[in-house]
């Protein structure tokens, strides 16, 4: 963790490109954007929330700062549902044969309404534009020294996390919020001016975790519909689910033993599973 750390001018200049990318994202985001298009909005914003964190607070807290802040949460917020119903739909439309129609097309009608919203919301990103990186009055050292402490306040969090979760496959809240944590600590460690070792394993968990969010996302929906039809498709994404879940906690031991046996970023060494 000592190693760890960012320049003035590498921070300055990812967050000068993010944030020029979030502006071309929320200027040219068509009136029907695709899941992807939705998918990278979200991902550039949050990324650029780690690093607003990281930031002197008079700088975070003076008035243009605030608005772009604002902007941020908003955009974020408005995404949030039209995010959930992409992932329905590309979880459930592998299995277009065995859900009935009308939910899928009552799930098309609803993003195209959520997508009217989001596009409403992308507009305050472009009235309301980032800070220039040069005002932002920050100092290499200090900026490492808020990075580091940030990588292991989120390293903890996960770490409380992890055996709830590899010892017990049901615990749908936990398991989402380490997936939050673990997106967290990859964002920050991302900023690092040498990429960590730890990178690749929390970009790993991340898409291991995502995946099993996803398909509790789409179980509780069906479940929600009351439609006896998609009994069987919920207990075949459990099913799939379950093999996924083996997948995370696999990955997690191999890691566990190797380059994360030496790593102080998510506190508390290996966990034993039990039999």
Do not use: C
Not at 32 to 43: N, T, Y
Request: hydrophobic share 35%; proline share 5%.
């Amino acid at each position: 963790m000592a190693a760890l750390g960012v320049s003035r001018r590498s921070f300055e200049r990812q967050y000068r490109d993010r944030a020029k990318t979030l502006l071309k994202l929320a200027r040219d985001l068509p009136d029907r954007p695709s899941p992807a298009d939705i998918h990278e909005l979200r991902v550039t914003a949050r990324r650029i929330q780690v690093m607003r964190r990281l930031l002197p607070r008079g700088v975070r807290r003076s008035q243009e700062s605030g608005r772009f802040g604002l902007a941020l949460k908003s955009v974020l917020m408005a995404t949030s549902q039209l995010r959930d119903s992409d992932t329905l739909l590309d979880t459930l439309g592998t299995h277009k044969g065995s859900i009935p129609s009308e939910i899928l097309v009552k799930l098309e009608n609803q993003r195209s309404d959520m997508a009217a919203r989001a596009k409403v919301a992308t507009n305050l990103i472009a009235e309301v534009p980032a800070l220039d990186p040069d005002s932002l009055r920050i100092r290499g050292k200090k900026i490492s020294r808020r990075l580091r402490k940030r990588i292991s306040q989120q390293g903890r969090s996960a770490a409380k996390l992890l055996p709830t979760v590899l010892g017990d496959e049901s615990k749908v809240t936990e398991l989402h919020s380490l997936r939050k944590d673990v997106k967290k600590l990859r964002y920050l460690l991302e900023l690092a001016d040498k990429k960590p070792p730890e990178l690749p394993i929390m970009t790993r968990w991340q898409e291991s975790l995502g995946s099993i969010h996803d398909l509790d996302v789409a179980a509780s929906y069906l479940r929600s519909q009351a439609d006896h039809a998609a009994d069987g498709k919920v207990r075949e994404l459990l099913r799939i689910r379950h093999s996924r879940y083996l997948k995370f906690v696999t990955e997690y031991m191999t890691d566990s033993m190797g380059t994360l046996a030496g790593s102080d970023i998510l506190v508390g060494g290996p966990i034993p599973l039990s039999p």
